[in-house]
């Protein structure tokens, strides 16, 4: 492949809201462009970028999909990602290798819950944005009407440079505003013709606020456009590119990715108006702990990010990352700043959907794949030997919903924390834990959808099944007053037998202390080897649960007295001594039942908020209180039982519509009310 200089680089990211059309956009710019002979449909699976089979099976995009493909001398990186609020992870991870966010919208349906959560993303990352409105053909399509809401949303950048022709299944055309043309398509074919009259007076009006918008932006077309000199249509592409690239104009195009209507004029406006990789500010890498700025030069440093990885069952890792600077050849060898380990780059390969091409070179600015980098993960940086920078970049998306898993064979077991590593490192935004307190692996992801996915690609890739359960609460119990006990443990079975007596009291610590021993004994009561062994005693018997069922905390055990014999006292005896004297003293301490407690934190619109406060109150939360987002969003502190909240993204998604988001983290642990004190022991039993 030829080495593509920067400037004739276009990474392109499809955002948007799951079905507005993006892998058809995508399949329709490959096949336009000559990249692929025949464009395939998302209904049937037989598109590019849609692969996997869970995709298929769902018809959705469930991960982001590299298309690779040149046209008119530059080189387009096609970036598809997911629309479905589950995999909001990847949509950040295409962001991050981007310079060009294209957003998706719906003639029909119009700006959507992910329409905004993408754009807002694309805002804090500093990436360009334009509009594809799509659909146009379909029935309710209108695209005055998603103007307006583009307009309303995301203010005045908004620059429509097309309007449609015809309405519906009449749409037929566009009418260029740059160059007061029209164009009209017959079988996926353009043809410049004159401006019908039902359009001509609107356009000339859209038109002249087009200039209007983009001149502003320049002194000089600004002085000779009030001296009456309207720019040429060059020279007004010129600077909205300009406007583009410093993130301050939004160009609005329209078509129809199914009837390729508009599809070959957004290819043009990708590679003359989109921008490159020179045209983003210097990359701010860490070197230790300060930052440096890195240019975009094909002739520095060989540097590179990897931003995603596929874990391919057969092929191994591959890994997808962005020169960043220098360029880089098979064979190049870098080291991995976070783990210091060298990595040869084997091979180079572009990629397009599933298939791989091998490459030659990649230049700064590039996107290429590199198979079987075996110590680097998604976000590490690979830069040359003795320069150990590190590129920043989005980190994965935090877990909002868990399950509790288990293998459902013998097979299943000896394989599944292999696997489920394996696709920890295709998928930052999973987490394993392996919950000691209730014997469960938790897995945990950012929504239903994104775990069932999980689970059916352990099946698919590693042959590993596993059974889903519900998530145990991991309770805990206590004691609210002070209470001594005797425990004597005495045994005898020919020989040696067993004798040890240990007396105990026991004392309530405050929240979170924890165990605490104190030895008190004095005279020899119990001899001093064995004083060790009723400590451990009393700490097994807090583990294997109290009057509950549940692990014992916050306990201060004061050994008192004791007696023993000289020949069949033990270790053993006086650990089950420890052990008895702690039961029974439990027994007269009053046990409570304690219950973690989550620190949770909701960012809602404004409308949503008294909707999710009447929420979290049925829930036992207490509002800590609530605080506005520079977005006008309003931010909910409140602490919640951790039980109350183990479905919450699911809960939130459907309060809000799918517009909030919250992050939790355990806080303390409290007691359980006792009217539902009740309820927890036979919940307990049954995962016990």
Not at 200 to 215: D, F, N, Q, S, Y
Request: aromatic content about 4%; some cysteine; overall charge negative.
């Amino acid at each position: 492949m030829t080495d593509y200089p920067p400037s004739k680089i276009r990474n392109v990211a499809l955002v948007g809201h799951g079905g507005a059309g993006k892998t058809t956009l995508a399949e329709a710019l490959l096949y336009v462009s000559g990249a692929i002979s025949r464009a395939g449909r998302v209904e049937d699976g037989t598109t590019v970028c849609d692969f996997e089979p869970e995709e298929v099976k769902r018809s959705i995009s469930a991960s982001t999909a590299l298309a690779s493909f040149n046209h008119s001398g530059y080189r387009i990186n096609l970036l598809d990602t997911p629309g479905y609020g589950d995999f909001g992870g990847e949509v950040a991870a295409a962001l991050s290798a981007a310079d060009l966010a294209v957003v998706v919208v719906s003639a029909v349906e119009g700006i959507e819950v992910r329409t905004e959560a993408v754009w807002r993303m694309a805002a804090q990352m500093g990436i360009a944005r334009m509009v594809f409105v799509s659909k146009l053909d379909r029935e309710r399509a209108s695209f005055q009407r998603t103007l307006d809401q583009l307009r309303e949303t995301f203010g005045t950048g908004i620059a429509p440079l097309e309007l449609p022709l015809g309405e519906e299944a009449e749409f037929n055309g566009i009418a260029d505003l740059l160059t007061d043309t029209a164009i009209v398509y017959q079988d996926g074919k353009a043809s410049s013709a004159p401006l019908p009259e039902t359009v001509a007076e609107l356009e000339h009006e859209v038109r002249e606020a087009l200039v209007e918008g983009i001149v502003v932006g320049d002194d000089s077309l600004m002085e000779r456009y009030l001296e009456g000199d309207i720019p040429s249509s060059a020279e007004l592409e010129e600077a909205l590119a300009g406007g583009v690239a410093a993130g301050i104009v939004y160009p609005v195009v329209c078509g129809s990715a199914h009837r390729r209507i508009g599809i070959d004029r957004l290819l043009t406006y990708l590679c003359e108006i989109g921008p490159s990789p020179l045209d983003r500010d210097n990359i701010t890498v860490l070197a230790g702990d300060t930052t440096q700025q890195i240019s975009c030069d094909p002739k520095g440093l060989p540097l590179a990010r990897v931003f995603k990885t596929l874990a391919d069952p057969y092929v191994g890792k591959i890994s997808m990352l962005k020169v960043l600077s220098g360029t880089i050849t098979p064979d190049t060898v870098l080291v991995n700043s976070r783990t210091h380990a060298e990595e040869r780059l084997h091979s180079l390969q572009s990629l397009k959907g599933k298939d791989a091409e091998p490459i030659s070179v990649a230049a700064c600015g590039d996107i290429v794949a590199v198979p079987k980098l075996a110590n680097t993960a998604t976000g590490d940086t690979l830069a040359p030997k003795g320069t150990p920078v590190m590129a920043i970049g989005p980190g994965p998306e935090p877990p909002s919903l868990s399950i509790a898993i288990r293998p459902k064979s013998k097979a299943d077991e000896d394989k599944l924390m292999t696997a489920l590593h394996r696709l920890q490192e295709e998928d930052p935004s999973l987490r394993v834990d392996r919950v000691d307190e209730t014997h469960q692996t938790v897995l945990s992801g950012t929504g239903e959808t994104h775990l069932a996915i999980t689970c059916e690609r352990l099946q698919r890739k590693f042959g590993v099944e596993v059974l889903t359960e519900e998530l145990v609460v991991a309770y805990r119990e206590t004691i609210t007053s002070p209470a001594q006990a005797e425990g004597k443990h005495k045994k005898q079975t020919g020989g040696h037998g067993q004798f040890g007596v240990a007396t105990v009291r026991i004392e309530p610590l405050e929240r979170g202390a924890g165990f605490e021993f104190v030895d008190k004994i004095v005279g020899g009561a119990i001899p001093r080897q064995f004083i060790p062994a009723v400590e451990k005693g009393i700490m097994e018997a807090m583990s294997s649960g109290g009057v509950h069922g549940y692990p014992v905390v916050d306990v201060r055990a004061i050994c008192l007295d004791g007696k023993y014999h000289p020949v069949d006292s033990s270790e053993m005896s006086f650990k089950m001594a420890g052990a008895l004297a702690f039961r029974e003293a439990l027994a007269q301490a009053d046990p409570v039942l304690l219950e973690p407690i989550s620190r949770i934190e909701v960012t809602v619109p404004s409308a949503y908020q008294g909707d999710v406060l009447g929420d979290l109150n049925a829930r036992r939360a207490r509002v800590q209180g609530t605080e506005s987002a520079d977005d006008g969003e309003q931010v909910i502190v409140a602490l919640v039982p951790t039980a109350e909240v183990t479905r919450y993204a699911v809960d939130l998604r459907s309060i809000t519509a799918g517009r909030g988001r919250f992050s939790l983290i355990h806080d303390h642990y409290d007691v359980v009310p006792a009217h539902l004190v009740e309820r927890i022991p036979a919940r307990a039993s049954t995962q016990s």
